[in-house]
């Protein structure tokens, strides 16, 4: 559980980083950045919850993350997922 976190974001910063020089216009908009806002709150959620409901949760995380890196893979709408786990963590405190 404790590696997944960081194999998943390590995937995603790679995929991310590859496809900084992509041409087109899929996978843009603003749309797409709360689409990365939800897979920011989703792992982050899955990680905040830990052992308990978190495995339950990460599976869904994961499917939503591999989407948004599959359908969406850009520098700019991706900073949605840190705004994800801030809003997360804003709501939590």
Do not use: H
Not at 15 to 20: A, F, K, M, N, Y
Not at 23 to 46: K, M, Q
Request: hydrophobic share 60%.
């Amino acid at each position: 559980m404790i590696l997944v976190f960081p194999v998943a974001l390590a995937v995603a910063v790679a995929v991310l980083w590859r496809s900084r020089d992509r041409a087109g216009r899929e996978g843009r908009g603003c749309r797409w950045f709360w689409g990365w806002s939800l897979v920011g709150i989703a792992l982050g959620f899955s990680f905040l919850t830990g052992l308990s409901i978190g495995l339950l949760i990460l599976p869904l995380a994961l499917v939503l993350l591999g989407l948004a890196l599959y359908l969406s893979p850009r520098w700019p709408e991706s900073l949605g997922f840190v705004e994800g786990v801030g809003l997360l963590l804003l709501v939590v405190a």
